[in-house]
Structure formats: C-alpha cells, structure tokens
C-alpha cells in the first residue's frame, strides 16, 4: 500500500459526508389523507399566479408537533395548520408575482443616463435538499426539539373550481 494515509482520508470523507443529509423517517405521529394540489392564478397579470398545497392530517397519538416547511416541487413553503369541518388541515400557498422592470433611460449623452441602476446581483437560492417526484412532499416538523421529516406521496392536481358566470339579460 503506497499511499495508507490518502485512503484514509477518502474513507473519513465519504463517511461523514452521508450524515450531514437530511433522514426522512417513515413513523409519523400522523399520516395525511388526500393530500392535494391546486393551481391558481389570478385574473391580473400583477397579481400572479401559484399553487394551494392541501394536506388533511389524522393524528395517530397526540403530541405537541410544529410544522417548519413543506418541501413541494422545488419549493420550500412556510405551513399553516387551519382547522376545517373539525379536522386539522396543513395549508401551504406558493404565489409567483412577475418582476417589474425599471425603466431606463437611453439616450446618446451619458449624462442623461446618469440615473439608471445597475443590475442587481443574483442572491443564492437556498439549494433544495430532496430530489422528489411532482406528487411527492416532505413535512419538516419538530417534537421535543428535534427537528423530523416524514415523505408524502400521491399528491393529485385538482383543477381550480370555476367562478359562476352572470347570466346576459
């Protein structure tokens, strides 16, 4: 053996750099039923346009559980847990609102383009710790401090419902 201390290294390596991704566990203390998915937009180009992420949860014991994040489709999403017809629902909104320009000024005189901003620089986005299908989810909740996470699967698209139209008179 040439080189012991080169192999070493690369076995240290290799182990310590699996513990630092993320365990998705398999027991929950609750499961979610139906989970959904509903794409909105609204009827200004302004306003955007997303998706509701819908996950109706059943408890199997009682525990005092907070939601961090909802891993879905590239998206980390801040939960909200909403009671609905008695049962406890997480709620996760994702809207894309479209960037607004700055105007700018050209002309051929410098000076008068004096006041142009200069493009922003492009802020890292926080890299996306799961590779998941487009049904799949990960629920990040923590129990006693520590911090779990539990995968979802068989999340359906529903199409958004229809607004009644108004009748011509």
């Given at each position: 053996m ?43 180009e ?8 819908r996950l ?22 801040t ?21 607004v ?10 000076i ?36 779990k996470y539990?995968k ?5 698209d ?8 108004r009748?011509?008179?």
């Open positions: 040439k080189y012991p201390f080169a192999l070493l290294l690369g076995i240290l390596l290799g182990v310590s750099g699996c513990s630092s991704q993320k365990k998705i566990g398999t027991d929950a203390p609750f499961s979610v039923e139906k989970p959904s998915c509903t794409q909105f937009a609204s009827g200004r302004e306003s955007g346009h997303g998706f509701i992420l109706p949860l059943s408890f199997k014991e009682y525990e005092d559980i907070s939601y961090d994040a909802v891993y879905f489709r590239g998206h980390i999403l939960p909200m847990l909403l009671e609905e017809a008695g049962k406890q629902v997480l709620y996760c909104r994702y809207q894309r609102t479209p960037k320009k700055p105007d700018i000024i050209m002309h051929d005189d410098p008068k383009e004096v006041g142009n901003q200069p493009p922003a620089e492009k802020v890292g986005k926080k890299k996306f710790p799961f590779e998941l299908q487009p049904a799949e989810a990960v629920i990040a909740y923590r129990i006693d401090d520590r911090i539990v979802i699967t068989g999340v359906k529903k199409t958004p419902e229809l607004l009644p139209t009748p011509n008179n």
